[in-house]
């Protein structure tokens, strides 16, 4: 357990930043609220310039959250902006200061951040590291993570590869917990309810691939697996690809099939309940991984899933239980989803339901809390 009523500051995206990262900022922080901190986000000003922003928006236009301050203090390339927004918090003096990392691009604006609040000898800086090792390296990445790494005086991670990393560079208190159940999204829906919103066949058999498009994340090879003849032979099974391309859609093209229905937009939050009580099965075909939000949004509306043996994948989802793991390779994905469309209705929603204590909130606030 954390101890009680402590002053907390987490810095990372939030809104009106959209995505995965400040979904999982703000729910974090109700959590934190919800036994008794006091809790304020910094986010960001300005994250990205637009050239290095791979896809449509960076923004949304939803309401802000109720019941969260919400501070756009933090501009992550203006070394001026660091110092300001450094001080204005180091005067605070918070317990705690939680920085969310996932891209070295992030570390000079974030490190710099963190070394000036904890000057004032009180805060301590908790680095909440999503990804240590980008997916997609660029030359200085190495100098960068550093950078940041020096800068915190602990960790938690969400994967145990995430934490395997962070050994390798430090020594400094670190811990693994479970990335949480995304249960901001709405309670699941009955499955034809869902699909007549979405206007998909309520006899059907519908895999999901949701979440934005890159290369890692293998969209290609599970459309080769689609065009498998086994696959093909199925006439009520359907992909639907719900995300935004965060790269050329045109390598893409020539793999869509009949089979395969392209929603290529990014999807809003009050949409996402659909798309998953409408799915037979959410299928991650990635090349690499560290852990996935995706996962933990299924594990909520509790429909199984096929993944790739990559990174902390299969701790998240055991083989069998929660879904199927496979290598990334279309045959592979192809055999995966034959296999589980031959399994039982249900084979695997009692394993599913029983994990979601172990991926609450509470249960990664209060390993949160053992950090000192």
């Not at 996932?102 to 000898?121: C, E, Q, V, Y």
């Not at 935004?244 to 229905?261: I, M």
């Not at 909520?300 to 990559?310: K, R």
Request: glycine fraction near 8%; charge should be positive.
């Amino acid at each position: 357990m954390m101890a009680p009523a402590q002053k907390i500051v987490i810095i990372g995206p939030a809104h009106p930043i959209r995505g995965g990262l400040a979904a999982f900022n703000e729910r974090l922080a109700r959590e934190l609220i919800a036994q008794g901190h006091d809790v304020e986000i910094h986010t960001f000003s300005f994250q990205y310039p637009s050239f290095m922003f791979p896809g449509k928006e960076q923004y949304t236009s939803a309401p802000a959250p109720q019941g969260l301050r919400i501070k756009r203090s933090v501009h992550s390339l203006n070394p001026l902006n660091w110092r300001k927004t450094g001080l204005a918090i180091r005067r605070q003096r918070p317990d705690r200061v939680i920085i969310a990392f996932w891209i070295p691009l992030m570390a000079m604006s974030l490190g710099s951040l963190a070394r000036l609040i904890r000057k004032n000898g009180h805060t301590r800086i908790t680095g909440l590291v999503h990804n240590l090792i980008p997916h997609e390296k660029r030359p200085g990445d190495a100098f960068l993570t550093k950078y940041f790494v020096n800068s915190c005086d602990n960790f938690i991670t969400l994967s145990r590869e995430v934490l395997s990393d962070i050994r390798k560079l430090t020594d400094k208190p670190a811990v693994y917990a479970p990335h949480p159940v995304y249960d901001s999204f709405g309670d699941a829906l009955p499955a034809p309810e869902a699909r007549q919103k979405l206007g998909w066949d309520a006899n059907g058999k519908y895999l999901l691939f949701f979440g934005f498009i890159r290369h890692y994340k293998g969209l290609d090879l599970l459309l080769e697996a689609m065009r498998d003849p086994r696959i093909l032979a199925i006439d009520n099974l359907r992909l639907v690809v719900a995300g935004e391309f965060y790269e050329d859609r045109k390598k893409y093209e020539p793999l869509l099939g009949s089979n395969v229905a392209l929603v290529s937009d990014f999807i809003p939050d009050a949409e996402v309940r659909y798309y998953f009580s409408a799915a037979d099965l959410v299928v991650q075909p990635y090349r690499t991984a560290t852990q996935s939000g995706i996962s933990q949004m299924a594990y909520h509306f509790g429909i199984p899933m096929l993944v790739t043996n990559v990174g902390g994948l299969p701790e998240i989802v055991p083989d069998g239980k929660a879904g199927y793991v496979v290598p990334p390779d279309a045959t592979a994905i192809a055999d995966g989803i034959l296999r589980f469309l031959v399994q039982p209705a249900g084979t695997f929603t009692e394993f599913i339901r029983s994990q979601q204590q172990l991926y609450s909130w509470g249960h990664f606030v209060n390993t949160l809390g053992t950090l000192q």
